[in-house]
């Protein structure tokens, strides 16, 4: 079901616009080479595979988990073998998969077929190439960004692999509640829905042949097999080893689970905390978006009780795009433990909304004199700067001056709990207060 054209590929328009550096590659058969990010599933295989079949030229399509230095020069020496032939000459398209794998010492012996064009390298990567991808290789290369593929994408590539004579060729019907499952499994990943839908077509075709042959015996046992085999959700659950779980991502269910989840997490439950994680993974959940409620919930409900709950929610994230799912369920389980079991405070997030608060209603006097910038000629000559004391030369670090305008002066925005690490916090915001307020 591979596109052989750009007007097939599916997702990804903001790269297809007449004109694009993609469309004049393939259309104006200009040599160009292509660094491909994004997510599996989204295309970049495809697109290398277009560029090759729509400007003639020769594929050739390396792994970097598999692939070695003499792989590469093999290929760049065989293209430029072509090249030079007095007749018949053949350009290459060289695709290299998961070039993030590469040695730099691999990735130096692209260099020169690139610059001198011999090949037309299109690279695909699931990592960030800025920190991949050697320089010198990522300047003579065209950075395209490969987003997601939405569920309506997904859909349509479904409907394709249903009636297409390359695909099942209208021969199976898919019921609606297996297909949003498999829309929520695929997560925006192509290449996963038509792995699971072709798994499940042939338990489909299973059970509909033996409902052909009770029918062809005539015992009466079966009523007439209908034409085509149907793909419901039992038979998808079947194939894929995997149960649904029974939510609209685009519905009121999907912020049902979320905001349950991040509720458990808030009122100390793990084991409950645990089971709405387990659901959002299994319903086919962004993990990201998991990912996001958990860096919030760090600061919104956890904050000064365990400042580290907000590294470990970042790390957590950082986790999940470094590695993907399904291993990166370890690392969000990890923090919703983390996050559920530590002291819980929401100081923080009464502080800043309070302060916005007074902000918004106009209580935003101006900065004391002897706070303002005194960097340049002429400040002292004002005022600015003059009377500043600087708190290290006090020993106990801090200083009896006023810091906020007049207008706020005084203002308690922070109140600390007594709960988790913030108990310390409190004392020493009660000292500090007393030692700032403490002026003559």
Same mark, same amino acid.
Not at 62 to 82: F, M, Y
Not at 252 to 267: M, N
Not at 335 to 349: G, H, Q, R, T, Y
Not at 357 to 379: E, I, N, Q, S, T
């Given at each position: ?62 792994? $970097? ?130 792995? #699971? ?6 338990? $489909? ?8 042959? #009770? ?31 029974? #939510? ?127 960097? #340049? ?64």
């Amino acid at each position: 079901m591979r596109p052989r054209s750009l007007d097939e590929l599916v997702g990804q328009q903001h790269l297809l616009a007449p004109g694009s550096p993609l469309r004049r590659l393939v259309e104006g058969d200009q040599p160009m080479s292509l660094l491909l990010w994004g997510p599996p599933g989204t295309g970049k295989t495809t697109i290398a595979a277009v560029v090759s079949h729509q400007t003639n030229r020769k594929f050739v399509e390396l792994s $970097a988990v598999t692939a070695g230095v003499k792989d590469v020069r093999q290929v760049i020496d065989g293209a430029r073998r072509d090249l030079s032939r007095a007749t018949g000459t053949v350009e290459t398209v060289l695709f290299i998969d998961e070039v993030h794998r590469f040695t730099k010492a691999q990735q130096d012996a692209l260099l020169p077929g690139v610059e001198n064009r011999w090949v037309t390298l299109v690279a695909a990567t699931t990592e960030n190439p800025f920190f991949s991808v050697i320089s010198p290789l990522l300047s003579r290369s065209l950075l395209l960004t490969l987003e997601s593929l939405t569920d309506d994408d997904i859909s349509l590539l479904l409907d394709r692999a249903l009636s297409d004579e390359r695909g099942l060729n209208g021969d199976f019907e898919l019921a609606q509640d297996a297909r949003d499952h498999l829309l929520r499994m695929a997560g925006g990943d192509a290449r996963r829905a038509l792995t #699971y839908l072709e798994a499940a077509a042939g338990g $489909a075709r299973a059970k509909h042949d033996q409902a052909v042959k #009770y029918e062809q015996a005539g015992d009466g046992t079966s009523d007439e097999a209908p034409a085509r085999a149907l793909i419901d959700l039992v038979t998808l659950e079947t194939a894929v080893d995997r149960a649904a779980v029974r #939510y609209d991502r685009a519905g009121d269910q999907h912020y049902d689970v979320a905001s349950a989840l991040i509720k458990s997490i808030r009122g100390s439950d793990v084991d409950a905390s645990m089971h709405y994680l387990a659901r959002m993974i299994e319903a086919g959940e962004d993990p990201r978006f998991i990912a996001r409620r958990l860096v919030i919930s760090a600061s919104e409900d956890i904050g000064m009780g365990d400042p580290t709950a907000l590294g470990v929610a970042v790390a957590a994230a950082e986790a999940v795009q470094l590695i993907g799912m399904p291993e990166a369920r370890i690392n969000l389980a990890q923090a919703v433990v983390a996050l559920a079991l530590a002291p819980k405070s929401n100081a923080v997030i009464v502080a800043v909304d309070a302060a916005i608060a007074d902000v918004k209603a106009g209580k935003v006097g101006p900065v004391p004199p002897h706070l303002r910038d005194a960097h #340049y000629a002429g400040a002292k000559k004002i005022g600015h700067g003059s009377s500043y004391e600087y708190s290290h030369n006090d020993p106990r670090g801090v200083v009896p001056q006023q810091y906020a305008p007049d207008v706020i002066d005084g203002t308690d925005y922070y109140t600390p709990t007594r709960r988790g690490g913030e108990a310390a916090y409190a004392d020493r915001v009660a000292a500090i207060r007393k030692i700032l307020r403490d002026r003559k």
